[in-house]
């Protein structure tokens, strides 16, 4: 699997857009995007994916460069409960894609006040 | 109704003691896994159960041992605990003829070896 970089930690000022990036140079053709994010003693939670179009779902945005090696994903309204490590992840996809999915350290965004 | 459940929420224990944590999933999946979080926060997948079949096992010391007595539960046992087995675990299910891939966590079982 294609390996991502995403920084280490990130702020936000409540209700603004929190724009969390992610660059994954190595990404092949077949590999899909994938967000999950883990609030503090939570289990981590599903929050979008995509292989090359742009996706917008209830939780979040994801925008996908057309090269494909960086993305950035779009919290619209930041609200204080949106703070949470955030785990971007390149996987195949198709049938079986949740198996291994393989979590790095995240990034850290913490929505203030 | 949690969608996916695990017990004990916490448990502290003595070097060397066995101990299970019980995992079990309403959602109807058909693949279930156990991952180990450290204190460093890396969440690492352990084991991974398709149908009652086991289909992943990384690297894990024998005295781990999963049981799946049907496609809702996922069992964790553990012989002989060490220190450096205290960690948070989590189970988690998906559906693997989805593609989505779309992992649902449970809360976490925090074992803390003393």
């Known amino acids: 699997d294609a390996k991502t970089t995403q920084p280490t930690s990130m702020d936000c000022a409540e209700g603004r857009a929190a724009n969390l990036p992610c660059n994954h140079s190595?990404?092949?053709?077949?590999?899909?995007v994938y967000w999950y994010r883990q609030i503090h003693s939570q289990g981590p939670q599903y929050i979008i994916h995509?292989?090359?179009n742009n996706e917008t779902n209830e939780m979040a945005s994801l925008i996908i460069t057309e090269d494909r090696k960086s993305s950035t994903l779009i919290l619209p309204h930041a609200t204080l409960r949106d703070t949470a490590v955030y785990y971007c992840?390149?996987?195949?996809?198709?049938?079986?894609?949740?198996?291994?999915?393989?979590f790095g350290s995240g990034t850290q965004l913490t929505v203030l006040p | 109704d949690t969608a996916v459940s695990q017990t004990p929420k916490y448990l502290v224990t003595q070097m060397g003691n066995d101990k299970s944590i019980k995992c079990e999933q309403n959602?109807?999946?058909?693949?279930m896994y156990w991952y180990k979080q450290d204190s460093k926060k890396f969440l690492k997948i352990m084991f991974s159960?398709?149908?009652?079949?086991?289909?992943i096992n990384e690297t894990v010391p024998n005295r781990f041992s999963p049981k799946s007595p049907d496609k809702a539960h996922l069992n964790l046992h553990i012989n002989s605990l060490e220190l450096g087995d205290s960690a948070v675990y989590f189970c988690?299910?998906?559906?693997?003829?989805?593609?989505?891939?779309?992992?649902?966590f449970g809360e976490g079982s925090r074992l803390t070896v003393l």
């Open positions: 988690a299910s998906s559906q693997d003829n989805r593609a989505r891939g779309e992992l649902f």
């Open positions: 190595t990404i092949s053709g077949n590999e899909y």
């Open positions: 995509g292989l090359k």
């Open positions: 992840i390149v996987r195949v996809g198709g049938s079986g894609s949740a198996r291994q999915l393989t």
């Open positions: 959602l109807g999946h058909d693949t």
């Open positions: 159960y398709n149908n009652k079949e086991l289909i």
